[in-house]
């Protein structure tokens, strides 16, 4: 059973990320939801408990699904540990990814959140791109929203910007049925600085990697990229 407490700080935390995202004040906060500022610091620093209903008011005055700010264990019960979830996402609800971006040469960390399923076996997934702390990467550049379902040979995820909905990606990850701490996907959506159609690799792990010039190496297109896309003539990533 959870301590209510922790669960309570989780759901703060959450809270505070994202509106710290989202450069709104407490007070601001406050007065969209009809509370007191003294009341949402304390939803935000954990110490009263939240209901429903102020829940619900709190997500709208953020403009962001409910899912994300209840607190998610570490650890999904029944489906997401069954056989249906492909090996490498199975008894684990969040993952780290890694792109490099060539137009300012770093490498741009992201957090997933498998924060529930469907009846159709799909489950509702959050993307905090390029974040800065993993302890409160709910405060990111980009928050993306959408689905993840498994397939035999691959998982895919269809995922659209919060801010921008405009803005849709789709990550596919080939072989996700192995069980290794790190595997390989390619997402393709649409850039907008400059405003273009992109295709880039993406590598997915179990755990935050160090962030060197090794990781650099891998995330960069390479060589083999090069002869692969000559091939095809087409940008793929293989395992």
Same mark, same amino acid.
């Given at each position: 059973?959870?301590?209510?407490?922790?669960?309570?700080?989780?759901?703060?935390?959450?809270?505070?990320?994202?509106?710290? !995202?989202?450069?709104?004040?407490?007070? *601001?906060?406050?007065?969209?939801?009809?509370?007191?500022?003294?009341?949402?610091?304390?939803?935000?620093?954990?110490?009263?408990?939240? =209901?429903?209903?102020?829940?619900?008011?709190?997500? $709208?005055?953020?403009?962001?699904?409910? *899912?994300?700010?209840?607190?998610? %264990?570490p650890n999904i019960? $029944?489906?997401?540990?069954?056989?249906?979830?492909?090996?490498?996402? %199975?008894?684990?609800?969040?993952?780290? &990814?890694?792109?490099?971006? !060539?137009?300012? $040469?770093?490498?741009?960390?992201?957090?997933? =959140?498998?924060?529930?399923h469907t009846e159709?076996?799909?489950?509702?997934?959050?993307?905090?791109?390029?974040?800065? =702390?993993?302890? $409160?990467?709910?405060?990111?550049?980009?928050?993306?929203?959408?689905?993840?379902?498994?397939?035999?040979?691959?998982?895919?995820?269809?995922?659209?910007?919060?801010?921008?909905?405009?803005?849709?990606?789709?990550?596919?990850?080939?072989? &996700?049925?192995?069980?290794?701490?790190?595997?390989? !996907?390619?997402?393709? !959506?649409?850039?907008?600085?400059?405003?273009?159609?992109?295709?880039?690799?993406?590598?997915?792990?179990?755990?935050?990697?160090? *962030?060197?010039?090794?990781?650099?190496? *891998?995330?960069?297109?390479?060589? =083999?990229?090069?002869?692969?896309?000559?091939?095809?003539?087409?940008?793929?990533?293989?395992?």
């Open positions: 059973m959870e301590d209510l407490s922790n669960v309570n700080i989780e759901i703060g935390k959450k809270i505070k990320n994202i509106r710290k !995202g989202k450069n709104m004040t407490i007070q *601001e906060l406050a007065d969209s939801i009809n509370k007191s500022k003294s009341t949402v610091s304390k939803y935000e620093n954990g110490d009263i408990s939240i =209901d429903i209903q102020t829940l619900y008011e709190i997500s $709208n005055a953020l403009n962001v699904h409910v *899912e994300q700010l209840l607190y998610i %264990r019960d $029944n489906i997401h540990n069954s056989n249906i979830v492909n090996a490498f996402f %199975r008894n684990s609800s969040k993952f780290y &990814s890694y792109i490099y971006d !060539g137009r300012s $040469n770093e490498i741009i960390k992201c957090v997933i =959140d498998i924060i529930a159709d076996l799909s489950y509702k997934t959050m993307l905090y791109m390029n974040v800065k =702390d993993f302890d $409160n990467y709910q405060n990111c550049e980009n928050t993306y929203y959408g689905f993840t379902k498994h397939y035999d040979t691959l998982t895919s995820m269809i995922l659209q910007n919060q801010a921008t909905p405009l803005e849709q990606i789709s990550i596919n990850i080939l072989a &996700s049925f192995l069980d290794t701490d790190k595997i390989w !996907g390619l997402m393709s !959506g649409v850039s907008f600085r400059p405003f273009m159609p992109i295709a880039l690799k993406m590598l997915f792990s179990k755990k935050p990697l160090e *962030e060197n010039d090794d990781l650099a190496k *891998e995330l960069k297109i390479s060589k =083999d990229d090069i002869k692969l896309m000559k091939l095809y003539n087409m940008f793929t990533v293989t395992q």
